[in-house]
């Protein structure tokens, strides 16, 4: 097996601040929390940026200026840029990041979804910031697009860039968006997919599921034309990251996708969930992957050619 690739995933845009007190908000906060996740054994930190004073999803390029910088210059780490942005965002606005930055890598989301965060709402006591109940209330009318015309555009940036497509799988269809790309020839194996598993509006994180998702990839693309990481959504995310541990498939953890260290207990930062998973590698015998190794395994261009 190819050593285990731990990526962070630091903030995101679906974890609202009222959910957890240790969501790190700030430019600087995020970037530290990314350095302390690298250090505790992630290869890749995955990138939002929010507005410092309330947290709200951000596409400010200056935002991003200052996360992307502070976490270069501290750190070897992997840097993967979210064009997934935040709820009412042009793919243009979500995927700004892109041709101004020039990253290593990026999320590449394969299709629309219903993409629900309204079931938080009944465990929120009170919200710490003004737009954050509309924000998740209003989810239950919100489908995050993903059209073919979309798709064309991130698949013209991301080569334009160099910038590796980090491909989010939500649902087995995208599977079969995907398998369009690569016979219009938009997208050339070799391939990174991202199974997102566990999202109200996308295929739920069971072991049968995640089993199907890699052997219809299989079936598609040929086993040695991509590699393959698992989101694990809330209660799911150390399930399917032992079933990905022990299949061979790389692991994604953090705060944007789930806030607990265990049932009931609020992970106090994303190195807890990083170590979490580190540790379960040990314990299947599975060596963890540096930056280098994940720049080998994935083909990365290297720091050094980024715009930032």
Known sequence: MQKLIITAAITGAATIPSLTPYLPLTPEQIADSAIEAAEAGAAIVHIHARRPEDGLPSSDPEHFRQILTKIKNNSDVVICVTTGGGVGMTVEERARAVPIFSPEMCSFNMGSINFALHTAIPAIKEFRFPWEKQYIEMSRDFVFKNTFKDLEYLAKITKENRTRPELEIYDVGHLYNLDYLVGAGLMTPPMHMQFVMGVLGGIRGTPEDLTYLVQRAQLLFGAD?????????????????????????????????NIYLRKGVLAESNAQLVKKVVALAEVLDRPVATPADARSILGL???DKTGF
């Open 225 to 257: 034309n991509f590699s393959w990481s698992v989101i694990g959504v809330g209660a799911a995310e150390i399930n399917l990251s032992t079933m990905a541990i022990h299949m061979g498939g790389h692991v994604r953890v953090g705060l944007e996708d």
């Open 301 to 303: 261009k290297g720091k």
